[in-house]
């Protein structure tokens, strides 16, 4: 044992002086967490704000995550490599210090909102204002939509073809990676600024779906072409203008509702650990970090048409107390079928819908959708719950909800463990009547933040995506 220490010493050393540095630099920024508090972040520790100081913690948390002493050491030396090549061309950059003193004052003016706990001193003309449980924080939310639809700018890199990049698919469950490049691209999106100077973030627009499709062979199923055409791309990306290299890529964001979109950013360390990832895959088993990291719902547009609410039946009529229809994948819906598939009156489970029975009419008939997660832990039937009015039961385990940093979920769903899935029954009997009904009017009012419109409308899921990525961008103070 003694010769093991000895043997491989420094890289003890490497490590304990790292957690070292990191400890120092958490200290010395108690407050580094305020803001995130205001949104009802998940916990998942201490966050330095400076990109650069952040990544000592980098470096030391990629050493933990492959079993292989190689790669771990290989990830360390990518990391250092890079943040070594940007602190030595790093010179004083008076736009970024403009554009933070503008995001210091929104984060004031949303700290005061949540302070007052008052409605907005700034212009609105909209209808529609943000109130009730259905959020964690109303006054806060309103008050950072605002400032978001008033100073917030995305400027989207313009390298890279079709159909790998500014585009995606625009049907099935990873729709949204299609809809959101065509919405976002539009040059009538008032986000968007042609300037990369006045932008807040940047939007690297690779689709991980079409890599997949046009380049995964099948029967090779060599995932490298992820590696290859990605790192390329950002390579290119930071060689070209300086943007990347002056956050580390803190202030850059992707966006991908494939299965493999987490993989797709782990083949580059800074990418994988810094930027900013919009993920319908939102999953903390996988690295998922709710404190920059974004979750997004999954919609399945099976025809690529957008769907719109349907006007379910009235509480009071609906007579089936739980329904799902869907396959056996995964290690949730297993247990959910072999204990609940067509065994009882009032849950009504199926593996295969009968053809009599129509999927929608059983949704608008059900008080409550259940929604377990299948191979991955995000499921299309919780915005499909939604859009017929009936009440989502989340059965799953490590999943970030969408837009939960502004969501209560608790208001308008039911979380089950999954060892709990035997008391399915009982659990539902168990909530009171009144209650059910309050959760069923959530879901009514949150419908509009799940509706894809094109174009786009004020408060609706692409709004609310934006809005997630200005709060993680909010998130970071870049210095210069």
Known sequence: MTSFYKKHSHIFISIFSILALFAFFVLSKKDSNGFL???????????????????????????????????????????????????????????????????????????????????????????????????????????????????FKIYIYEEGEVPLFHNGPCKNIYSLEGIFVKSIENQNNKFRTRDPEEAHVYFLPFSVAMIIEHLFDPILRDKAVLERTIVDYVKVISLKYHYWNRSLGADHFMLSCHDWG???????????????????????????????????????????????????????????????????????????????????????????????????????????????????????RIVEAMYAGCVPVLISQNYVLPFSDVLNWSSFSVQVLVSDIPNLKKILMGIPYQKYLEMQKGVEQVQQHFVINDPPKRFDVFHMIIHSIWLRRLNVHIYS
């Open 262 to 380: 987490p993989r797709a950013t782990w083949y580059h360390p800074l990418l994988y650990f810094h930027s900013i990832r919009a993920l319908c895959n939102a999953n903390k088993s996988e690295n998922y970090n709710p404190r920059k990291d974004v979750s997004i719902p999954e919609i399945n547009l099976k025809t690529g048409e957008l769907k719109t609410p349907i006007k379910g039946l009235h509480p009071s009529q609906r007579t089936i107390l739980g329904f799902f229809a869907g396959r056996m994948h995964g290690r949730i819906r297993p247990a959910l079928l072999n204990y609940w598939k067509e065994k009882d009156l009032d849950l009504h489970v199926y593996e295969q819908l009968p053809e009599q029975i129509s999927y929608d009419d059983m949704m608008k008939k059900s008080k409550y959708c259940l929604c377990p997660s299948g191979f991955e832990v995000a499921s299309p």
């Open 37 to 151: 508090n205001l949104f009802s972040f998940p916990s998942s520790g201490n966050i330095v704000n400076d990109p650069l100081l952040h990544s000592i913690a980098v470096i030391h948390n990629s050493s933990t995550l492959s079993k292989s002493e190689e790669k771990r050491q290989r990830a360390m030396k990518k990391l250092s490599d890079a943040i070594n090549e940007v602190l030595l061309g790093r010179k004083k950059d008076e736009k970024i210090e403009h554009l933070e003193l503008k995001l210091d004052r929104a984060r004031a003016l949303i700290k005061e909102a949540i302070n007052q706990r008052s409605n907005i001193s700034i212009e609105d003309g909209a209808q529609y204002v943000p109130h009730g449980n259905i959020y964690n924080n109303a006054f806060a939310f309103h008050r950072s939509y605002l400032l978001m639809e008033k100073i």
